[in-house]
């Protein structure tokens, strides 16, 4: 089935199987390898992309479901050594550690920050919880989001630090002590 | 993990993909947002010979007052579900759970028909419109229909829509201030719920509690009888049959739809 996809402003088409998921169109028909596979079942967001500008994860859409869509990779968002503002971020906080999560965690972080330019801080953890980084680099990760947004990437936990407030991690209870 | 092949079809419009469903049947599978359908078909527990994607009809994507009810476009992505200001005045316990379901990726993908069709006793959506009451219109070749969502679920993963019936619109009553609280429970992010509880307008949904989502119904007719929260909530895991599985045991699966119960009736009071 003949599909034509939008790739980082390009266009790009071909002859694929229907069931040619769009993470391996990307990597083996384009040869665009920024996007990585890691858990293959939605859960990791390594292969996080945007379709339309809104993030998914590319092994959990098929190549004909994009077929006349916009698809942006990590190739794409930035132009050479002018680093888009969330990779240029991610550099300057030190928000990677082995790499791998890199790529979907700053497509991801990109896709937060068009829903919502101010987010606090919890606002990045909840916006990023489908991205796992097996190095567990988060602190850094939600630091250079939250930089990339113009904000002081400490200063909700200065505050925190201050007080004595309950948190609980999203999607968790918060349980007797709510409110 | 690749799929077995299949053949892929992108009706241009509802009529069309319905006239697919008429003539394939049970080997055509319907494609929404895909992300219940295609990590299946990628375990090969599923391996439809056609799928027919209806994830773009623009017909299936509204949000809208009816009367005294919303309707809700079986193709409405979480995601929108979760953003919607009608429904945040007029049905606010559905964005609130919606808002939960798996994480951002997923709810840029998936819809609420998808969901209700797809009828896994763990998912968040199903119970959320049962505790609403709400309706499921179905279209097929004979014509549509409305179905009650406490009719919906005959048993685990099955719902009483025929395979060339699709799910075109969900109606729930506006609720609007009436009080609602929606507690999940789980031990990681970005999973199912453990147990979950929808509570809105004295009505109690149960997610994960047995193989469909469920009603608490002694619970809510001790409320109805003027019970306190406290005896109410202690009620709430009967005449379920929890499973058991690695994430817990039916009996504690039991205490926390008890536990759960209490602090959505207390929300919700106080709301």
């Known amino acids: ?179 | 993990m690749i799929p077995v092949d299949f053949e892929y079809v992108r009706p241009e419009s509802l009529d069309a993909a319905l006239a697919l469903l008429a003539e394939h049947g049970e080997d055509a599978t319907v494609l929404a947002g895909g992300h219940s359908l295609l990590p299946v078909m990628k375990l090969r527990l599923a391996a439809p010979a056609l799928v027919v994607d209806i994830g773009r009809l623009p017909e299936l994507h509204y949000i809208r007052v009816a009367g005294t009810e919303i309707a809700i476009g079986a193709g409405t992505r979480h995601r929108d579900v979760e953003v919607s200001d009608l429904l945040a005045a007029e049905v606010p316990l559905l964005p609130a759970v919606a808002r939960t379901v798996g994480d951002p990726q997923v709810r840029h993908r998936g819809t609420l028909g998808g969901s209700l069709a797809h009828a896994d006793p763990a998912s968040d959506l199903p119970a959320a419109v049962l505790a609403l009451d709400g309706t499921v219109v179905l279209r097929g070749p004979r014509g549509q229909r409305q179905v009650p969502i406490t009719q919906f679920y005959p048993g685990v993963f099955a719902t009483v829509k025929e395979p060339d019936e699709l799910i075109v619109e969900i109606r729930v009553p506006r609720t609007g201030r009436a009080g609602w609280a929606y507690e999940k429970f789980t031990r990681r992010a970005n999973d199912w719920a453990i147990v979950a509880v929808a509570v809105v307008d004295g009505r109690v949904g149960l997610v994960n509690m047995g193989s469909t989502p469920l009603r608490a119904r002694a619970t809510e007719a001790a409320l109805a009888d003027g019970a306190s929260i406290e005896d109410a909530a202690a009620l709430a895991d009967q005449g379920t049959e929890p499973p058991a599985d690695t994430a817990a045991t039916p009996e504690y699966r039991r205490h926390l739809a008890r536990v759960l119960t209490r602090r959505a009736l207390t929300t919700a009071a106080a709301g």
């Open chain 1, 1 to 179: 089935m003949k599909v034509e996809i939008t790739v980082n402003g390009e266009p790009t088409g071909a002859d694929v199987e229907p069931r040619l998921l769009l993470a391996h169109y990307l990597r083996e028909n384009l040869g665009l390898k920024a996007t990585n596979i890691g858990c293959d079942t939605t859960s990791c967001g390594a292969c996080t992309v945007l379709v339309d500008g809104e993030s998914v994860k590319s092994c959990t859409v098929l190549a004909v479901q994009a077929d006349q869509q916009s698809v942006t990779t990590l190739e794409g968002l930035s132009h050479g050594v002018q680093l888009h503002p969330v990779a240029a971020a991610f550099r300057a906080e030190h928000g990677l550690q082995c790499g791998f999560c890199t790529p979907g965690m700053v497509l991801a972080a990109v896709s937060l920050l068009r829903e919502n330019p101010d987010p606090t801080e919890r606002d990045v953890r909840e916006g990023l919880e489908g991205n796992l980084c097996r190095c567990t680099g988060y602190h850094n990760i939600v630091r250079a989001v939250l930089a990339a947004a113009g904000q002081d990437p400490d200063a909700e936990q200065r505050r925190e630090a201050a007080g004595d407030a309950a948190r609980t991690a999203p999607g968790f209870s918060a349980g007797e002590a709510a409110g």
